[in-house]
């Protein structure tokens, strides 16, 4: 068994997850700041995306024991004529109660109204908006938020989400934006309380929020009692350690939401397969996961990156998504055309592509920044890999993106937190549904090798556990 652990240790060298952590400026909080006075009011509510349009999910911490989780829906303000939805509670060692509730049944493009209940006071009344059948819709894209804190009471935490609730509010207000992404690690060390700080803001209790798992939120088993969301891969050859991939539909676009943590290739494999099988008429294909494939920006994660590439981009290949959203670096970059490895079109100084043969990778930089930094911010800059078309270095400006979608175009507009106008702008156009995806079989060698992350996988989750439950 040992040779077998070091022959699939050393083919895959897979998944050592260590990241450094830019530094954050932090301001001191008064004691009747908003965050801080709202702790048992806000109960860290926030919604998340349900299968389709025709549903919602919303979760929050607490509750009275042996009372049932409810949310009550109207269409009302006042909330006459609620209908209401029970839901589930999930606890583990870190979380000793989460509420998950399902809404189902709702009509798209409507307004809904909504209160949570738990046997506690109720929450006060909170809305959201559907998406209606062929609207346009627009997205926000984070990765990398890292609130962090030691404590609930710590002024580190509650400033850190109000530096999160900031870049929330300013997006928002650029475009009409109809669900937040984040490409993961929402907390730094995978506490409760930062994952309570990173559900704060206002506009998560408005707007579905989709996370998908970091590095560092595989610190301790929190994320798993709180990701509350639809589709999720449970029957695998070898399961994600906490929670798993799992996907959902938002206006014409499919979005995939892998574990790079879970180094079982088969597994995503699978649920790539399954999830367009069960959504063929989708127009766009959008996948997310944690790490950053293509970026090049620290060499001395190459090695892992190159391991990674060999479990993750056959499946994005032979499934022909349109875009995949990364993180982990904190370096912002946005790829060329790829396909197989290889660059199909070079996209340097264009604005747009139509029917791409292959997939653009999208990896965005951090919210988590240290603005009296003296390093300058570079664009374009002498690090990014052979693969980028473009790059964005800052530690002094947090960077987000807003993804707009129609049934023929894709834009993707990137900020630095409190400018005005992206410092990139690019449109991917589609004029059929497959656009210039390749129609190829997988490559061979990956029908056998998917296996090995598998293998690598199951004997991993073993040692990462116990050093989960030693950590506290």
């Given at each position: 068994m040992?040779?077998?652990t070091?022959?699939i240790s050393?083919?895959?060298c897979?998944i050592?997850l260590?990241?450094?952590?830019l530094p954050?400026?932090?301001g001191?909080?008064?004691?009747d700041?908003?965050y801080v006075?709202?702790?048992?009011k806000?109960?860290?509510?926030?919604?998340?995306p349900?299968?389709?349009?025709?549903?919602i999910r919303?979760t929050?911490y607490?509750?009275?024991?042996?009372?049932?989780?409810?949310?009550?829906?109207?269409?009302n303000?006042n909330?006459?004529?609620s209908?209401?939805?029970?839901?589930?509670?999930h606890?583990?060692?870190?979380v000793?109660?989460s509420?998950?509730?399902?809404?189902?049944?709702?009509e798209?493009g409507?307004t809904?109204?909504?209160?949570c209940?738990?046997?506690?006071?109720d929450?006060?009344?909170?809305s959201?908006?559907?998406?209606?059948d062929?609207e346009d819709?627009?997205?926000?894209?984070?990765?990398?938020?890292?609130?962090?804190?030691?404590?609930y009471?710590?002024?580190t935490?509650?400033?850190?989400?109000?530096n999160w609730?900031?870049?929330?509010v300013e997006a928002?207000?650029r475009?009409n934006?109809?669900?937040?992404?984040?490409g993961g690690?929402q907390?730094t060390?995978?506490?409760?309380?930062?994952?309570?700080?990173?559900?704060l803001?206002?506009t998560?209790?408005s707007?579905?929020f989709?996370m998908?798992?970091?590095?560092?939120?595989?610190k301790?088993?929190?994320?798993d009692?709180?990701?509350?969301?639809?589709?999720t891969?449970?029957n695998?050859?070898?399961?994600?350690?906490?929670?798993g991939?799992?996907?959902?539909?938002?206006?014409n676009?499919?979005?995939?939401?892998?574990?790079s943590?879970?180094?079982?290739?088969?597994?995503?494999y699978?649920?790539v397969?399954?999830?367009i099988?069960?959504n063929p008429d989708v127009?766009?294909r959008?996948?997310?996961?944690?790490h950053?494939?293509y970026?090049?920006?620290?060499?001395s994660r190459?090695?892992?990156?190159?391991?990674?590439?060999?479990l993750?981009?056959p499946i994005i290949?032979?499934?022909?998504?349109?875009l995949v959203?990364?993180?982990?670096?904190?370096?912002f970059?946005?790829?060329?055309?790829?396909?197989?490895?290889?660059?199909?079109?070079?996209?340097?100084?264009?604005t747009s592509?139509t029917d791409?043969e292959?997939?653009?990778?999208?990896n965005?930089?951090?919210?988590r920044?240290?603005?009296?930094?003296?390093n300058?911010d570079?664009?374009d800059s002498?690090l990014?890999?052979?693969?980028?078309?473009t790059d964005?270095?800052?530690e002094?400006k947090?960077?987000y993106?807003?993804?707009?979608f129609?049934?023929d175009?894709l834009?993707i507009?990137?900020y630095?937190?409190g400018?005005?106008k992206?410092?990139?702008?690019f449109?991917?156009?589609?004029?059929?549904?497959?656009?210039g995806?390749?129609?190829?079989?997988i490559?061979a060698?990956?029908?056998?090798?998917?296996?090995?992350?598998t293998?690598?996988?199951i004997?991993?989750n073993?040692?990462?556990?116990?050093?989960?439950?030693?950590?506290?």
């Amino acid at each position: 068994m040992n040779k077998v652990t070091k022959l699939i240790s050393t083919a895959l060298c897979l998944i050592l997850l260590f990241t450094s952590v830019l530094p954050i400026n932090i301001g001191a909080v008064s004691e009747d700041d908003f965050y801080v006075e709202n702790i048992e009011k806000n109960k860290g509510v926030y919604l998340s995306p349900g299968a389709d349009d025709t549903e919602i999910r919303v979760t929050w911490y607490g509750g009275k024991d042996d009372v049932d989780p409810i949310v009550k829906v109207s269409e009302n303000e006042n909330m006459t004529n609620s209908v209401s939805f029970t839901g589930t509670i999930h606890s583990n060692e870190k979380v000793e109660r989460s509420n998950h509730v399902t809404v189902t049944g709702l009509e798209k493009g409507k307004t809904y109204y909504y209160v949570c209940c738990d046997g506690t006071n109720d929450t006060e009344v909170k809305s959201f908006k559907t998406v209606a059948d062929g609207e346009d819709f627009s997205a926000m894209y984070v990765s990398d938020i890292h609130l962090t804190g030691e404590s609930y009471d710590d002024p580190t935490l509650y400033q850190s989400a109000k530096n999160w609730e900031n870049a929330l509010v300013e997006a928002t207000g650029r475009e009409n934006i109809s669900l937040i992404l984040s490409g993961g690690d929402q907390a730094t060390e995978g506490q409760p309380h930062e994952y309570y700080a990173t559900f704060l803001p206002e506009t998560l209790k408005s707007i579905p929020f989709a996370m998908a798992i970091g590095n560092h939120d595989v610190k301790r088993f929190t994320y798993d009692a709180l990701a509350n969301y639809p589709n999720t891969k449970t029957n695998n050859i070898s399961k994600s350690l906490i929670h798993g991939d799992y996907y959902f539909v938002k206006g014409n676009a499919l979005f995939l939401v892998l574990d790079s943590t879970n180094s079982s290739a088969a597994d995503h494999y699978k649920f790539v397969k399954d999830a367009i099988n069960e959504n063929p008429d989708v127009k766009w294909r959008i996948m997310m996961f944690h790490h950053d494939l293509y970026g090049g920006h620290i060499e001395s994660r190459e090695s892992e990156n190159k391991l990674l590439r060999a479990l993750f981009t056959p499946i994005i290949d032979k499934f022909q998504i349109d875009l995949v959203l990364t993180g982990h670096s904190h370096r912002f970059s946005r790829s060329h055309v790829i396909y197989k490895g290889e660059i199909t079109e070079n996209l340097c100084d264009k604005t747009s592509v139509t029917d791409p043969e292959g997939t653009i990778y999208l990896n965005n930089g951090t919210l988590r920044v240290d603005p009296d930094s003296e390093n300058q911010d570079i664009i374009d800059s002498d690090l990014k890999s052979e693969f980028i078309a473009t790059d964005y270095i800052s530690e002094t400006k947090g960077i987000y993106n807003i993804l707009t979608f129609t049934d023929d175009s894709l834009t993707i507009k990137s900020y630095t937190y409190g400018t005005e106008k992206p410092f990139t702008e690019f449109t991917i156009n589609k004029t059929s549904q497959q656009g210039g995806h390749p129609d190829k079989p997988i490559q061979a060698w990956f029908v056998v090798g998917k296996y090995l992350g598998t293998v690598y996988n199951i004997i991993n989750n073993i040692s990462r556990k116990s050093e989960i439950r030693d950590r506290g």
